[in-house]
């Protein structure tokens, strides 16, 4: 009784954690590539590690909503599983799921097996998504080398540098949808600016032209009849 109630305390623990934004998913950055045949294995997980053995896991494909895989009350429940892929998928055994690892195995892959799937964990609310390629046997200039490592741990996605983007882009699109805006604004400006200066300088002109045109006539034009002599 005494570890039962230890081994729910930690659970709670766990779940504690996970909700205040302790632990979160990390997917393959790169879909996993298998020859057809084959046995397909997607893996993705928790970090920092949450013991899943109690929790429901749920693997669909994306297109089409289809139950792939469930593990639920501890082992897996093949009754919810389409037909498809009845008796050719397995989940994480209870070693994985206790070091918040998560696997779908699919064996004797087909090229219809091709698509998006995603790993949901019920309790936690979080989800998972990995891609996979079946290749066909048959095509050419094809080598073991394309085919992606099914077995290793998931790669962590950097999803920093995703946020970072997003602002770089959210500060950089209004920037360049105003330029030209801002752009033809500023040339209207200018434009308006140098009228009014050709227009002040062609009226200053005109003033010092009549000016001059003043001055030259009252120099050239001498005394006319009538106008007084000076005495002698």
Not at 23 to 48: D, F, N
Not at 77 to 90: E, F, H, I, L, M
Not at 144 to 159: F, W
């Amino acid at each position: 009784m005494y570890f039962k109630m230890i081994a729910t305390l930690i659970t709670l623990l766990c779940i504690l954690h996970v909700a205040a934004g302790g632990s979160r998913a990390v997917c393959p950055t790169q879909p996993i590539k298998v020859v057809e045949g084959e046995t397909a294995a997607l893996h993705c997980g928790l970090h920092p590690p949450v013991n899943l053995s109690l929790y429901t896991v749920d693997w669909t494909r994306v297109d089409n909503k289809q139950i792939v895989c469930v593990h639920r009350h501890e082992r897996s429940d093949p009754g919810s599983v389409v037909d498809q892929y009845r008796d050719r998928t397995t989940c994480s055994d209870h070693e994985d799921l206790s070091r918040g690892t998560l696997t779908l195995n699919i064996s004797s892959a087909n090229l219809s097996d091709s698509g998006l799937y995603n790993c949901f964990v019920f309790e936690l609310k979080t989800w998972c998504e990995v891609r996979l390629i079946v290749v066909p046997k048959d095509q050419q200039n094809w080598t073991k080398t394309d085919v992606c490592n099914t077995t290793g741990p998931a790669v962590e996605e950097d999803h920093g540098a995703v946020k970072r983007t997003a602002v770089l882009l959210g500060v950089l699109l209004p920037v360049v949808v105003l330029l030209p805006v801002v752009f033809v604004v500023v040339a209207a400006l200018l434009l308006w600016k140098y009228e009014v200066i050709e227009k002040c300088k062609k009226k200053f002109r005109g003033k010092k032209t009549m000016s001059n045109n003043f001055e030259m006539e009252n120099l050239s034009t001498g005394p006319t009849e009538g106008d007084d002599l000076p005495s002698a």
